[in-house]
């Protein structure tokens, strides 16, 4: 079993910053790729940010320059800086990892989300 664990959403107000955390446990074998999606209410499910399973970090262009994915290998941890927040940001921020539990087997992971609410 796996768990990915999301921490860190809020309310803030425009223009501040907020760092997310997603952190996964359990029957790991190797991570291959880490993704932050967002949903607003109505919107489908974006990408927003994420480490491919070729190496690459990916950005949506909404956030670019704005937010910082990283990661922490030793902590199967990782993060989403989102600075100079917007109201257009708001949205439920979830975590998706393609994970191998074994050297053959590998499946796709979600976290239960966390809320980030930005005031204009």
């Known amino acids: 079993q796996v768990q990915l664990v999301e921490s860190g959403g809020g309310l803030v107000q425009a223009g501040e910053s907020l760092r997310l955390s997603c952190a996964a446990s359990?029957?790991?074998?190797?991570?291959?790729?880490m993704y932050w999606y967002r949903q607003a209410p109505g919107n489908e499910r974006e990408l927003v940010a994420g480490?491919?399973?070729?190496?690459?970090?990916i950005y949506a262009d909404s956030v670019k320059g704005r937010f910082t994915i990283s990661r922490d290998n030793a902590k199967n941890t990782a993060y989403l800086q989102m600075n100079s927040l917007k109201p257009e940001d708001t949205a439920v921020y979830y975590c998706n990892a393609i994970i191998r539990t074994t050297a053959r087997y590998e499946y796709s992971y979600w976290g239960q989300g966390t809320q980030v609410t930005v005031s204009s």
């Open positions: 480490f491919t399973s070729t190496g690459s970090t």
């Open positions: 359990g029957s790991i074998f190797s991570i291959n790729a």
